[in-house]
């Protein structure tokens, strides 16, 4: 499959609450070489949400569904030459990358680390934590003696 998006822009719609309407079409340039005939599937903001298939394009292309939005997005910014087209293209880009992990300055080491889930906010890196633990059972082992 060779594909590609089509990428058109609708204006003056009524219906939608901005003048313009921008559309991803993900096009197979085997199958034809004009538009309504190599149609594939529209190109989701999301291709997996939480990991889950939940549209056509997920469903069509499983789990490499992410790297080929990826791919599709990539060529099409390059060879785009509309600057609102540019734009929404670099949003889109931005969903489907995923987001780093969180990092946060321990308060005793200074070193930056990944916070765990939890609903405390984290201040101290799980070295520091394990280390203060450990002071901690043997100050309370001496007491005890």
Not at 73 to 81: I, T
Not at 105 to 132: A, D, P
């Amino acid at each position: 499959m060779k594909l590609r998006l089509f990428i058109c822009k609708k204006t003056d719609l009524r219906d939608y609450s901005q003048s313009h309407y921008i559309r991803f079409a993900v096009i197979d340039l085997e199958k034809s070489k004009k538009y309504p005939a190599n149609y594939v599937c529209m190109l989701p903001q999301q291709p997996r949400v939480n990991g889950k298939a939940n549209n056509v394009f997920s469903k069509l292309f499983g789990k490499d569904s992410v790297d080929i939005a990826k791919e599709l997005l990539k060529k099409s910014l390059r060879s785009e030459s509309d600057i609102e087209i540019k734009k929404e293209i670099e949003k889109r880009l931005k969903i489907v990358e995923p987001k780093a992990p969180p990092k946060t300055k321990c308060h005793v080491c200074k070193k930056y680390f990944t916070i765990e889930k939890g609903r405390f906010r984290q201040r101290v890196c799980l070295e520091c934590r394990k280390k203060f633990q450990k002071r901690k059972e043997t100050s309370t082992r001496k007491k005890k003696i």
